[in-house]
């Protein structure tokens, strides 16, 4: 049986992006008008300290402190003994974000007369977005997505894949170490406070988080999510927030026109969708030299890259990936119907595949936590 539906059209085939039981992450499916997109608004914020315990406040946002014109930072300092790394085989799920609910419900109660808790359709991490963002041109890395509808939201949760549990276990130590350097160059350029200087003589600790809440509206998706902000600009004339965010990021020093086109390519398709996404308007690249040494700075403005990648062949469009996210959304929406805690609709993707899912009754997939289904309910 053909799992898809065809149409005929002069001598263009035009093939729908999902049926009922698939989506297509075929790129020309998706290249149409820009979906509406309504600027992202921070409802709250909060923080995870040293020990990745909550707090449903700022207190780790930093600040963001403009490198000399000719920087040396030493991306590899403190790696072997001023490193404190994040257990990243416990997996958190949504834990966190249901907290931040929790603590500020009255923010989020639903006004219309529906058995709807929330006023969203859906609750999920920027990461999973960013994920969903980026599938039409991701030729490596696959994904699952877990789906929970519970009291009318959709709650999107991610679970590892197998082949991405083998690598987090089986990392290089030249791989730890290159994860080390983005931390470290926050440090170069972060200070706790509006008034001090960053202090690269202590100890990066990568349990610390400062995250966002933002709430926006994809098409007719409503959605709620949050994500982890590096710093931001300490002019207290800046903009409110995420006007005045600034996400950083490192990369290799570009010494040819072709390292340039592939950063436009491959490395802007990410930090574009990473940043669209929370309305985030800037990401500050840190280029570092053969020997891990920071030796340059470089602005990219979120609503320039668009612009930038224009001169580019074959290269990634915004819009493709909007209106996958878009259409992924609506396919989850006619999927996942049973409103039930205990039930997840789990959703697959491997690169040249559709996406596809599987429902589990009772299962480990399960992710919302009973406190927080006990919360909700009363
Ligand atoms: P770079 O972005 O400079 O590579 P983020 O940029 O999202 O704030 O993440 C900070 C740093 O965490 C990254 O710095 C990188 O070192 C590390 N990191 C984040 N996600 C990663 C991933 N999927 N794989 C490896 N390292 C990652
Ligand atoms: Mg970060
Ligand atoms: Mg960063």
């Known amino acids: ?92 799920k949504l834990d966190h974000i249901l907290r931040w609910v929790v603590a500020n419900r009255s923010k989020l109660d639903s006004t219309t007369a529906s058995s709807r808790a929330l006023d969203v359709d859906f609750v999920t991490w920027r990461g999973h977005l960013t994920k969903l963002l980026t599938t039409p041109y991701e030729t490596r890395d696959g994904w699952l997505l877990a789906v929970t509808r519970f009291r009318g939201t959709l709650y999107i949760s991610e679970v590892e894949t197998e082949a991405a549990c083998r690598e987090r276990e089986n990392r290089t130590e030249r791989h730890e170490k290159m994860m080390y350097w983005g931390y470290k160059f926050e440090q170069y350029t972060c200070a706790d406070d509006i008034q001090s200087s960053p202090d690269p003589s202590g100890a990066v600790n990568t349990n610390e988080a400062f995250c966002t809440v933002v709430q926006t509206r994809l098409a007719d998706h409503k959605l709620l999510f949050s994500g982890e902000v590096d710093c931001r600009d300490k002019d207290p004339n800046a903009p409110a927030p995420p006007g005045c965010y600034v996400e950083l990021k490192t990369s290799a020093e570009i010494c040819t026109p072709k390292q340039r086109s592939n950063l436009h390519r491959f490395k802007l398709l990410k930090w574009w969708a990473q940043s669209f996404l929370p309305g985030v308007p800037r990401v500050i690249a840190g280029f570092r030299d053969h020997d891990g040494v920071v030796v340059s700075v470089e602005t990219f403005h979120i609503s320039k890259i668009s612009h930038l990648i224009k001169n580019e062949y074959n290269c990634w469009k915004p819009t493709v990936c909007m209106n996958f996210c878009c259409d992924f959304l609506s396919f989850v929406k006619r999927v996942a119907t049973e409103d039930n805690p205990s039930v997840v609709y789990l959703f697959s993707w491997e690169p040249c595949r559709e996406v596809t899912f599987s429902i589990h009754r009772d299962s480990p997939y399960s992710f919302l936590p009973h406190w927080y289904i006990q919360e909700m309910t009363s």
Do not use: I
């Open 1 to 92: 049986a053909n799992d898809h539906r065809q149409y005929q059209s002069g001598s263009t085939t035009w093939q729908s992006p999902a049926n009922s039981q698939s989506l297509s992450t075929r790129r020309e499916l998706y290249e149409r008008d820009f979906p509406l997109y309504k600027q992202p608004v921070e409802v709250g914020c909060f923080s995870l300290d040293a020990q990745r315990r909550f707090f449903n406040d700022n207190r780790q946002m930093r600040y963001y402190v403009e490198p000399d014109r000719n920087p040396n930072f030493d991306l590899k300092d403190g790696y072997k003994d001023r490193f404190v790394k994040r257990d990243d085989s416990v997996k958190e």
